[in-house]
């Protein structure tokens, strides 16, 4: 029996796909693998039994990777399950960003008591009027889930979409329509393109990338979009740009209190996610990671873990290893085996950063007296039996 946690509100359609094998508990220290959304994780005790932590959504700022990863904890996150959710917010925010349709509604709610509202409307309606986005130029950098998703929808809202994405992959090129133009240089897009989306996660290389040089080299009355983090926008340079005019639209989902009072900047509280879809394919997503990582060993998702998938084990027996990524890990994982007379049926090793994962498929049962013997050799930080 598998135990887990949820550290916040899971979707209830999510948690629906464990099966009877697992159970959930109130109590993390019981916890095989945790459940978690917004809670921070930092300063938490990571219990020694812990072996998975499943983020249902895209960032993990709130989690130590790095101490789950030494502490042989597999960390997944969910990425592309709340991009629709994000995309139409980022959609509804180029429209609200070209025509004041916010002032407009303010307007009539400060009115609604003049009797001869329809004829002073028709008469204030110039002071709300703004520009279509069809045939504008859009600038997108970072083509990842949501990138595509706002690029294709863009162009089919007629507009001249520009991409930026040094690290684009192969399945994100094939999800792209070919009306996309693909950028080398970034700088073209802060040059040439009357609103720009920034969709690209929070690294040392990314954050404060739109920065005051950024910032001039772009077009007068430009609109920018955030909805990725806000570390990745120097704020203070971006408030006199919309002081001065430069910047014309600032459309961000993370209220602080730099932003929420300079002028021009419509804020939204971090709704990119919030809508009972992404919630839902967010904590389905997690579950089924969760699920065959618990059962099978297999490894999708991971951000601090060699993605691994080998299927379900037709063996005798599986073990999968958590390890530093040094030298001579393989060959003294094969040794104990080898002296303890097993044959190795299938084994698969990949590395990510400072850390391995080994799977070792083997054509009869492993003992714990094996399983303790490997756990002994240094540099292994977790060695589970799977079957």
Same mark, same amino acid.
Request: aromatic content about 6%.
């Given at each position: 029996?598998?135990?887990?946690?949820?550290?916040?509100?899971?979707?209830?359609?999510?948690?629906?796909?464990?099966?009877?094998?697992?159970?959930?508990?109130?109590?993390?220290?019981?916890?095989?693998?945790?459940?978690?959304?917004?809670?921070?994780?930092?300063?938490?005790?990571?219990?020694?039994?812990? &072996?998975? !932590?499943?983020?249902?959504?895209?960032?993990?700022?709130?989690?130590?990777?790095?101490?789950?990863?030494?502490?042989?904890?597999?960390?997944?996150?969910?990425?592309?399950?709340?991009?629709?959710? +994000?995309?139409?917010?980022?959609?509804?925010?180029?429209?609200?960003?070209?025509?004041?349709?916010?002032?407009?509604?303010?307007?009539?709610?400060?009115?609604?008591?003049?009797?001869?509202?329809?004829?002073?409307?028709?008469?204030?309606?110039?002071?709300?009027?703004?520009?279509?986005?069809?045939?504008?130029?859009?600038?997108?950098?970072?083509?990842?889930?949501?990138?595509?998703?706002?690029?294709?929808?863009? !162009?089919?809202?007629?507009?001249?979409?520009?991409?930026?994405?040094?690290? &684009?992959?192969?399945?994100?090129?094939?999800?792209?329509?070919?009306?996309?133009?693909?950028?080398?240089? !970034?700088?073209?897009?802060?040059?040439?393109?009357?609103?720009?989306?920034?969709?690209?996660?929070?690294?040392?290389?990314?954050?404060?990338?739109? #920065?005051?040089?950024?910032?001039?080299?772009?077009?007068?009355?430009?609109?920018?979009?955030?909805?990725?983090?806000?570390?990745?926008?120097?704020?203070?340079?971006?408030?006199?740009?919309?002081?001065?005019?430069?910047?014309?639209?600032?459309?961000?989902?993370?209220?602080?209190? +730099?932003?929420?009072?300079?002028?021009?900047?419509? !804020?939204?509280?971090?709704?990119?996610?919030?809508?009972?879809?992404?919630?839902?394919?967010?904590?389905?997503?997690?579950?089924?990671?969760?699920?065959?990582?618990?059962?099978?060993? *297999?490894?999708?998702?991971?951000?601090?873990?060699? *993605?691994?998938?080998?299927? +379900?084990?037709?063996?005798?027996?599986?073990?999968?290893?958590?390890?530093?990524?040094? @030298?001579?890990?393989?060959?003294?994982?094969?040794?104990?085996?080898?002296?303890?007379?097993? *044959?190795?049926?299938?084994?698969?090793? @990949? #590395?990510?950063?400072?850390?391995?994962?080994?799977?070792?498929?083997?054509?009869?049962?492993?003992?714990?007296?094996?399983?303790?013997?490997?756990?002994?050799?240094?540099?292994?930080?977790?060695?589970?039996?799977?079957?």
């Amino acid at each position: 029996m598998y135990q887990y946690n949820c550290l916040n509100n899971i979707s209830k359609i999510g948690l629906q796909r464990f099966n009877d094998s697992y159970e959930e508990t109130p109590n993390i220290e019981d916890a095989d693998a945790v459940l978690v959304r917004s809670a921070k994780m930092h300063d938490m005790e990571l219990p020694s039994k812990l &072996l998975a !932590v499943a983020r249902a959504g895209a960032g993990v700022n709130n989690i130590p990777l790095d101490k789950c990863a030494d502490a042989g904890i597999v960390v997944f996150n969910t990425p592309g399950a709340n991009a629709n959710a +994000v995309k139409e917010l980022v959609l509804s925010s180029l429209f609200l960003a070209s025509r004041d349709i916010i002032g407009g509604i303010d307007w009539v709610k400060a009115n609604k008591n003049d009797p001869d509202i329809a004829k002073t409307a028709e008469k204030a309606k110039s002071k709300f009027a703004g520009t279509e986005i069809t045939g504008k130029k859009l600038g997108i950098i970072g083509l990842g889930a949501i990138g595509q998703m706002v690029a294709n929808a863009a !162009v089919s809202l007629g507009m001249d979409v520009y991409g930026y994405d040094p690290f &684009l992959s192969v399945d994100a090129a094939w999800n792209l329509s070919r009306n996309i133009r693909h950028i080398n240089d !970034v700088n073209d897009i802060y040059r040439n393109c009357d609103f720009i989306t920034v969709h690209v996660p929070a690294l040392s290389s990314t954050k404060g990338m739109i #920065s005051r040089e950024a910032i001039d080299m772009m077009k007068d009355g430009v609109v920018l979009l955030n909805y990725a983090r806000d570390v990745l926008v120097d704020e203070t340079a971006l408030v006199e740009a919309l002081k001065a005019g430069k910047v014309r639209k600032y459309m961000t989902d993370f209220a602080n209190p +730099v932003v929420v009072e300079a002028p021009n900047a419509i !804020v939204t509280p971090h709704l990119g996610a919030s809508t009972e879809e992404a919630e839902d394919n967010c904590a389905k997503m997690a579950v089924k990671e969760l699920r065959e990582f618990l059962e099978n060993g *297999n490894i999708i998702n991971s951000v601090n873990y060699p *993605n691994m998938n080998n299927g +379900v084990c037709t063996d005798a027996s599986r073990i999968t290893i958590c390890h530093k990524n040094i @030298k001579d890990m393989i060959r003294q994982f094969a040794r104990v085996l080898s002296d303890e007379g097993m *044959n190795i049926a299938n084994m698969a090793n @990949k #590395s990510r950063g400072d850390y391995a994962y080994t799977m070792i498929d083997l054509e009869t049962p492993i003992t714990l007296q094996t399983l303790t013997k490997i756990r002994s050799i240094d540099g292994v930080l977790r060695a589970r039996i799977i079957k």
